[in-house]
């Protein structure tokens, strides 16, 4: 199965509006850094946001998502303005999607077709083209009577209806083969990365996890020399890469994975889970945050829970409060218990706030001003000996 586009590299970039539902108990912070995130995505997948559009409801309308009022507002807006997409941030069941698009006659995206689309774009391995591909499979299954519709415009069911139903039919069949030949294909390839995985030694085995664009790609070049992919936008390494790092006289293995992110499509989830077994295999866990984002709490959050979800969450970790150099204190600071707000924090305050006291170890840098990498370099150079002393006691002379 192809790609499907999101743009033309050769074109003008797609103008795209964003529709969102506030839920009940949902600050409109809250709902706003969802829509902002969203619109991340549509920049990374080469779109330019023109508009959002908001709805409180109780839930999304079983029909449209939003409610009929909301949908003509958007239908207006998208006429007028001659928007080529429109990108709802929750996914789209295969009837509300069908009935938005006849509403609306553009194209539409939900999160979920948002992410594979980007994801298809990054994916540079076999692996993570086969892991691609199979979600996309699975995201397309039940939506298949969507490509249909044109047989509503014919009259005279019973001759048109059968065809019609032959053909969805025929589809599902070939799609369920390919999914079965690609499962088949990711077992392989799971059996080859853990016979590498293997033949890596007794190396002790560290990984970079934490949610997308945190400067986890950064730290990796910093720590490894190495050249690893980093760029300002959303899931810019798709890929596991895994270098070995040495440390005074010490070698192990670092390993940078994909980042988490809220709403993550489950299907990705499911095929993802073999790329991340560097992570359920790491001896220790350097969790990066991006204390500069406003809502970076929510994101440990979501990075914990993912990390529950594949059994890693009671690893070794090290918590990275990376990009201290862009964190601006707002109007009204709790994170440091003083009279007087201070701006820029220094390190020493950092040391003092909750992130500190309730994480152990903690660690404060900012990867790309390189600052206060050296205290980072030694927590990880003990947390990695402390392992291999006890797991190899008798190299214990050597460091």
């Known amino acids: 199965m192809g790609?499907?586009?999101?743009?033309?590299?050769?074109?003008?970039?797609?103008r795209a509006i964003l529709v969102g539902v506030a839920l009940p108990g949902e600050k409109p912070a809250q709902t706003q850094e969802y829509l902002d995130e969203l619109a991340f995505l549509v920049n990374t997948a080469g779109g330019v946001v023109e508009k959002t559009f908001t709805q409180r409801m109780q839930k999304p309308d079983r029909a449209t998502f939003v409610g009929t009022g909301?949908?003509?507002?958007?239908?207006?807006?998208?006429?007028?303005?001659?928007?080529d997409i429109v990108v709802f941030d929750d996914e789209l069941s295969p009837s509300q999607l069908r009935n938005i698009e006849r509403e609306l006659k553009v194209k539409i995206l939900d999160r979920s077709n948002l992410i594979l689309d980007i994801f298809a774009g990054r994916a540079q391995t076999a692996q993570a083209k086969t892991q691609v591909e199979l979600a996309q499979l699975q995201y397309l299954l039940p939506r298949l009577t969507r490509m249909w519709t044109h047989l509503e415009r014919q009259k005279g069911g019973i001759g048109m209806r059968g065809p019609g139903e032959s053909q969805i039919e025929s589809d599902r069949r070939m799609i369920l083969e390919k999914i079965t030949l690609l499962k088949e294909r990711l077992k392989l390839i799971d059996r080859q990365?853990?016979?590498?995985?293997?033949?890596?030694?007794?190396?002790?085995?560290?990984?970079?996890?934490?949610?997308?664009?945190?400067?986890?790609?950064?730290?990796m070049n910093m720590l490894s020399k190495s050249d690893v992919f980093a760029e300002n936008k959303l899931f810019a390494t798709l890929d596991t890469t895994v270098r070995k790092v040495v440390i005074e006289n010490l070698p192990f293995l670092l390993s940078d994975t994909v980042g988490f992110i809220r709403k993550l499509p489950h299907h990705l989830v499911e095929c993802f889970k073999s790329t991340l077994d560097e992570v359920r295999e790491a001896d220790i866990l350097v969790h990066v945050v991006d204390v500069s984002h406003p809502n970076f709490e929510d994101q440990i959050h979501t990075v914990n829970e993912t990390l529950k979800d594949l059994g890693a969450r009671d690893k070794e970790t090290i918590m990275v409060f990376n990009k201290i150099d862009a964190y601006v204190a707002p109007e009204f600071d709790n994170l440091v218990d003083v009279d007087e707000q201070r701006e820029p924090l220094t390190l020493a305050d950092f040391k003092k706030t909750w992130m500190a006291q309730h994480n152990s170890p903690a660690i404060f840098i900012s990867a790309?001003?390189?600052?206060?990498?050296?205290?980072?370099?030694?927590?990880l150079y003990d947390k990695v000996k402390d392992i291999h002393t006890t797991r190899y006691p008798y190299d214990k002379l050597l460091y």
């Open 3 to 14: 790609r499907q586009k999101f743009y033309d590299t050769a074109s003008k970039q797609e």
């Open 193 to 219: 990365n853990e016979t590498q995985r293997k033949n890596r030694g007794q190396l002790i085995r560290v990984a970079l996890v934490g949610y997308t664009n945190v400067g986890k790609s950064t730290i």
């Open 70 to 83: 909301k949908l003509e507002e958007i239908q207006t807006y998208v006429k007028v303005e001659e928007i």
């Open 368 to 379: 790309t001003k390189k600052e206060n990498l050296e205290e980072f370099r030694t927590l």
